[in-house]
């Protein structure tokens, strides 16, 4: 296939990094695309672009230090509940769990939730911010929270 860019260069088929932003975070990702020996330009392969998507997506969840599909999945397991249960517990719907546990992105204010709601250190410091925001000491709460077995 020609250069779409140049129409000088046979397009070959390279594992190489692509520059992309996302929600305003920039960040990379290594892929297979074509590129232009010529010019240098690069286009994602037909075949490969849901496969290419995927990548995006868990670069940009790591660029912007978001729980991964597995992360949220294992954090909705360790709490021994199914979808429809975890769902009702973050009172979001049933449906955002399965697609955020399948691999769509999640927004930051889901993820603080789930955090929220799974994650005790994660918990204690917000609640640590949130006595230091209000110039008050945290007074019915003993400092360490320990889960029982």
């Not at 995927?54 to 999945?73: F, H, P, Q, T």
């Not at 640590?128 to 019915?140: A, D, F, H, N, Q």
Request: aromatic share 4%; with cysteine; charged share 30%.
């Amino acid at each position: 296939m020609k250069c779409i860019e140049c129409g000088k260069g046979r397009m070959l088929r390279k594992t190489a990094r692509t520059s992309h932003e996302v929600r305003g975070i920039k960040f990379e990702v290594e892929g297979k695309v074509l590129v232009c020996p010529q010019c240098g330009f690069q286009a994602i392969p037909a075949d490969l672009l849901s496969e290419h998507g995927r990548l995006v997506d868990e670069g940009y969840r790591e660029a912007a230090g978001l729980l991964s599909a597995d992360e949220i999945l294992a954090a909705r397991k360790s709490l021994g509940l199914n979808q429809l249960e975890f769902a009702k517990y973050l009172g979001v719907g049933e449906a955002s769990v399965k697609r955020w546990e399948l691999g769509a992105l999640q927004d930051k204010s889901s993820d603080d939730l789930i955090r929220l709601k799974t994650d005790p250190a994660y918990a204690q410091k917000n609640l640590e911010e949130v006595c230091r925001r209000l110039g008050r000491p945290i007074s019915k709460v003993p400092q360490q929270v320990e889960c029982l077995a």
